[in-house]
């Protein structure tokens, strides 16, 4: 088992430009987007304003957590999770009234966990491809919340939950302490225990795993139930704060997930990656959002810069790793 | 006993999937409509299929290869409002080529990315995905826009050929042209080599990058020609036009026949994904099915069709094969590092 | 912008058409206009979207005119999509029914739909929004408030609460829905028409949703404070939003908040003088004023180019006279 995980941690530890760059280019990123966003405006380093970074992908950088799992786990990506997104914010703002709340959100979370792990049993179990299953899983899940609240808003009721969610503790909000919890549970999960393990190795070489006695399908499927939940848990959030919800809640979620999770450095193809480098590539993701409004450049633009950043990231990485797999 | 008929059963189900399916939409259209078994309703879900059909057309020979593009809806918004800008600067048909080649132009990027610098096709063609919508809107400043001639595409969607349009009989015609280049040319068979096993194929001499390369350019054309198509005969270039047409193209393919894991699948299972989707699609709306209904519906069948699938040809490995065709490893690398 | 050519072009066209037709096109079409009864008939409604909060219920307006009068109504579903929505009125074409209700999901991809239609003798109209000038020649009729005016009204709202004077900022829908292309150009259109002295310090697009617009504005306020004398939001969900991102920063300026759609949420915040207006139009009632106004087309009566359905506006002043829209 170690010796499946240790190509990969040997490369992160050596010194050749490569596992340089891997190393720093994460923080060198965040750090030039940071000068040029001081440089640029005088409101980008205000507390305020990084509150703001802060908060502006904390809500779908929970999907991007899990969607690490999957990546690493050779999953390749999970393109239901608008789907999740919607069924937990709609089941718990539509059985808030005769639940209460609590269990309304709870109930949530479990349509949505259900949602993964219909996708891990399809993929993990069923070997199906995870693109089509989960294509397959989030049109049924989106077309059954949409035929749950036909054309219409749900809204929300006041509720104690609705009110800390969108409070503040220590002058951090709430939703940036719930996305910090999560990251602090899930990075160790993933770099420190056997499901860990499990994981990288599932998706460095299958068969080889298979071998070595690991849960294959097990750990493969459980990163899919993952992602539903933490899909479910973005919509539950997302649902209480904003006090409504409709069936578009989580349009597009699916891709900022993957483009963090890339954009951090976490490869496709499974067998490496870390949770915290996700962390760094969602705030990357959000510090280009605060910075295309801040710069005031179109917000059509979003994607052409994002998409840029993703080609030169990954692309630089792939040169180092090719070439120090050539010495 | 029991279970080995159940077995074959299953397997032929899956084999003969599509006519199952035509002949199951045709059965309950023309029962449930009176006005469903026409020439004119056939006429129409040709017609409907043409532009989702090249778009799935392209992305067979790229699955085929083992590689996946998610840039086609992208491609497909450029090549249309490139076509629709030119037709007063250059003329009706160069303006059309003009649209082709930036498919084509952005489909060779694609290659670029994927197969110099040896980004996964899964994140290259999510990055031009972004890219290039993004693109159509800043270049258009998000308004559609007007074709000057507009009359210059209607004869694509009139009448021809008794159940065709010019345009759905253009589509037919590459669909056959492409399984006699895949099924029938040494290049073809190649491709499905390099899917099975790019390394493989490498080492018995085939140049695997320059298949995969060839597949993306493919896959830039036709989405090329689907935007070119798409924005004559509605005389409008929008920069959203193919923002949509992703999911109905993968899926148009895999109920095809056509695997994600490379090495299999064929244009005219591709052709008949496409139609059975029309067909369905058609029946459905002629019925008053709600969308969401509509896509609960192909969702499932989309679930179940891969199943059955993977439940009959039975034995595993399947994602790791995908793993494997993926990657086009350079020769030799001494550890396999699945980079991204 | 939008290229404006004359009726000529159309007719041209519709000629062409039938030139390279062959004509063997739809000899099913009935509608011939017996005047009297259009029990029994078909109509066929290109609709929006079917799970939205104000096409739904426009949606159910429909159905229930078609239902009043008798007529069998099958509604398909573009999905925002122009092109899908064009592929669906050929569709509708073919099938050689009697009467087509459309939702335009932009300007111009319905030509040449529309133009088959009028080969094939099948009355349309629209409802909701325009089409383009040119697509407008082949529609029989309009009925509905129409979102280019709402952009209008919005800025003349703006326009009057703030003087004429004063920075805003515009909260936009979709980048290239049709929807957003209306409100927009409405928008901006009349700003420019009034010679108005706003200044927009930024668009952002939102999508219609308020988790986006939340995000945007707080680094809208952040980038501009107090600036900040007033908001187009695009609709009211997006007004949400961005009032929002005003409360958690706790700054204590007032800008002048427009919004669109008269959601519960909004007349709400209307009340407690957060949202300065927004606009209502009852959907119900745009399906069936829109499905009623087609049926007098096949029956061969004389309908006005444009039906108008009111578009209210909402303000401190009526908030509470009015219902909510959705």
Not at chain 3, 174 to 186: D, L, M, V, Y
Not at chain 3, 192 to 214: H, P, R, W, Y
Not at chain 3, 281 to 300: C, D, H, S, W, Y
């Amino acid at each position: 088992m170690n010796q499946l995980v240790a190509p990969a941690r040997s490369l992160d530890k050596s010194t050749t430009p490569g596992a340089l760059f891997s190393t720093l280019s994460i923080p060198i990123a965040i750090l030039v987007l940071v000068v040029i966003g001081s440089v640029a405006s005088p409101s980008f380093l205000t507390v305020n304003n990084l509150t703001n970074v802060l908060n502006a992908n904390s809500a779908v950088g929970l999907i991007a957590l899990g969607m690490t799992f999957v990546m690493v786990s050779g999953g390749l990506a999970d393109l239901s999770v608008p789907a999740n997104v919607a069924m937990g914010a709609l089941v718990t703002l539509g059985a808030q009234e005769s639940m209460g709340t609590g269990l309304a959100a709870l109930m949530g979370l479990l349509v949505a966990s259900m949602g993964g792990v219909v996708n891990g049993i399809l993929i993990g179990y069923l070997r199906i491809n995870p693109i089509i299953a989960t294509l397959g899983t989030g049109s049924v899940l989106l077309g059954l919340s949409q035929l749950l609240v036909g054309g219409g808003i749900v809204y929300a009721q006041p509720s104690a939950l609705s009110t800390f969610v969108k409070s503040s503790i220590l002058g951090i909000p709430v939703f940036i302490w719930i996305f910090i919890f999560v990251a602090l549970i899930l990075h160790p999960l993933l770099a420190r225990t056997s499901f860990g393990r499990w994981s990288l190795a599932v998706g460095g070489n299958y068969q080889a795993a298979q071998a070595s006695a690991v849960p294959v399908r097990f750990t493969k499927a459980a990163a899919f139930a993952m992602t539903g939940f933490l899909a479910g848990l973005c919509g539950v959030l997302l649902a209480l704060s904003n006090g409504q919800a409709r069936p578009i809640i989580g349009t597009g979620y699916e891709f900022v997930a993957i483009t963090a999770v890339v954009i951090g450095g976490t490869s496709v193809f499974g067998g490496n990656g870390s949770v915290l480098r996700t962390v760094g590539g969602v705030l990357i993701t959000a510090l280009i959002g605060n910075l295309i409004i801040l710069l005031g450049f179109p917000s059509q633009a979003t994607g052409l810069i994002t998409g840029a950043i993703v080609l030169g990231a990954v692309g630089i990485d792939a040169y180092f790793r090719r070439k120090a797999g050539r010495l | 006993m029991k279970n080995f008929d159940f077995a074959l059963l299953g397997a032929r189900a899956v084999q003969y999937r599509l006519v199952i399916m035509l002949v199951a939409v045709a059965v309950f259209g023309g029962l449930s409509l009176d006005d469903f078994l026409t020439v004119n309703t056939l006429q129409s879900v040709l017609d409907r299929a043409t532009v989702v059909g090249f778009l799935a057309l392209g992305l067979t020979p790229v699955l085929i290869a083992g590689q996946i593009d998610l840039s086609i809806g992208s491609m497909m918004s450029m090549a249309g409002i490139t076509t629709i800008f030119m037709q007063p600067v250059i003329g009706n048909v160069p303006a059309a080529a003009a649209g082709v080649a930036v498919g084509i132009l952005i489909g060779a990027v694609n290659a670029l990315m994927v197969v110099v610098f040896k980004i996964n096709s899964l994140v290259a063609t999510l990055a031009t995905l972004l890219i290039f919508a993004s693109l159509a809107l800043l270049l258009t400043n998000s308004y559609p826009l007007s074709s000057e001639d507009p009359i210059f595409g209607l004869p694509l969607t009139a009448d021809f050929l008794w159940i065709l349009t010019p345009r759905s009989a253009i589509f037919l015609i590459a669909a056959v042209l492409m399984f006699v280049w895949l099924k029938l040319t040494p290049t073809g068979r190649n491709l499905y080599a390099v899917g099975s096993d790019a390394s493989a194929a490498t080492s018995s001499g085939i140049n695997a990058n320059g298949y995969i390369a060839a597949s993306f350019v493919l896959s830039g054309f036709f989405a090329g020609l689907a935007g070119m198509m798409q924005s004559l005969s509605t005389a409008a270039g929008s920069p959203v036009a193919g923002a949509v047409m992703l999911i109905p193209a993968i899926t148009a393919v895999v109920i095809g026949g056509t695997r994600l894991e490379g090495g299999r699948g064929s244009s005219l299972a591709t052709l008949g994904g496409v139609l059975a989707l029309g067909a369905l699609t058609t029946a459905l709306e002629y019925n008053g099915v709600p969308s969401y209904t509509q896509a609960i519906y192909t969702g499932l069948l989309l679930i179940l069709l891969i199943s059955l699938d993977r439940i009959v040809s039975g034995h595993g490995g399947a994602s790791s094969r995908a793993q494997r065709s993926v990657r086009v490893a350079p020769r030799n690398t001494p550890l396999p590092r699945r980079n991204a | 912008m939008i290229a404006r050519r004359n009726i000529l072009v159309a007719s041209a066209a519709a000629t062409l058409l039938f030139a390279v037709a062959g004509c063997t096109a739809a000899d099913t079409d009935t509608a011939s206009g017996d005047a009297g009864s259009v029990e029994g008939k078909s109509i066929c409604y290109v609709t929006l979207a079917n799970s939205h909060p104000y096409v739904t219920p426009a949606n159910e307006g429909a159905q229930a005119a078609a239902d009043a009068a008798g007529v069998e109504l099958t509604i398909v579903s573009e999905e925002f999509s122009a092109q899908t929505g064009a592929e669906q009125l050929n569709s509708c074409v073919s099938r050689g029914v009697d009467g087509i209700l459309l939702w335009p999901a932009d300007e111009n991809s319905y030509l040449p739909g529309l133009l088959k239609a009028e080969q094939a003798g099948i009355p349309v109209v629209a409802i909701d929004t325009r089409a383009g000038d040119e697509s407008m020649e082949l529609i029989k009729s309009f009925a509905g408030a129409d979102k280019y005016d709402q952009g209008k009204i919005s800025a003349q709202q703006l326009d009057g609460a703030l003087d004429s004077t004063g920075g805003i900022v515009v909260i936009a829908g979709q980048a290239g829905n049709g929807t957003e292309i209306a409100r927009s150009g409405g928008f901006l259109d009349e700003l420019e028409s009034m010679g108005s002295g706003l200044e927009i310090l930024a668009t952002v697009n939102a999508d219609f949703d308020q988790q986006k617009a939340l995000v945007a504005s707080r680094d809208l306020i952040t980038k501009f404070g107090d600036q900040i004398k007033g908001v187009y939001a695009q609709d009211d969900t997006m007004a949400k939003g961005f009032l929002q991102a005003l409360e958690e920063s706790g700054l204590d300026f007032v800008p002048v908040v427009v919004g669109i759609n008269g959601e519960a949420g909004a007349f709400d915040n209307i009340r407690e003088g957060k949202q300065f207006s927004t606009i209502l139009q009852p959907p119900f009632r745009n399906g069936e004023l829109a499905i009623e106004t087609l049926i007098a087309v096949m029956k061969g009566e004389t309908v006005p180019e444009m039906v108008p359905l009111e578009n209210t506006i909402v303000d401190s002043s009526n908030v509470d006279d009015l219902e909510p829209a959705l």
